[in-house]
């Protein structure tokens, strides 16, 4: 369905690096044959920090802290994979409700997957499941 389809555009954003509690885009808007290679090369750290919170309210931002290349006229799906529950190292810290009002503002529909699922919440409710 998706490979060799224009219509359909994947960003990868990480929500740390090495060391860091920083959130970088990894890949900008591609196509999902490159998105997916990408994806299977990564591998873990193990350090269990993973600044989740930051990451989605940037990706959920007007300003777009992350320069990601939204179309105008696009469906903006978010989908969020950590191990671990909500984390956040910024100053002052991201927030869950920050998020869910930056993500429903801009549109971004935000799907997450977790052991901790309950930690995000507050997030998912937001849009009504």
């Known amino acids: 369905q998706f490979d060799n389809n224009e219509h359909y ?75 671990e529950g909500p984390q956040t190292y910024t100053n002052p810290p991201s927030t869950k409700l920050m998020i869910a009002d930056a993500c429903l503002n801009k549109s971004v529909f935000a799907f997450i997957w977790s052991r901790d699922i309950a930690g995000f919440e507050p997030i998912t409710q937001t849009y009504g499941t």
């Not at 994806?39 to 993973?50: A, C």
């Not at 989605?56 to 950590?82: E, G, H």
């Open 9 to 83: 555009r994947f960003a990868l954003v990480i929500m740390s690096e090495p060391g860091l509690y920083t959130v970088i885009v990894d890949t900008n808007f591609t196509d999902f044959q490159t998105i997916r290679n990408r994806i299977q090369s990564l591998r873990s750290d193990g350090s269990g920090l993973e600044a989740s919170l930051d990451a989605m309210l940037y990706v959920c931002q007007q300003s777009n802290p992350l320069q990601l290349a939204w179309r105008d006229t696009s469906n903006k799906i978010m989908f969020v994979f950590t191990d």
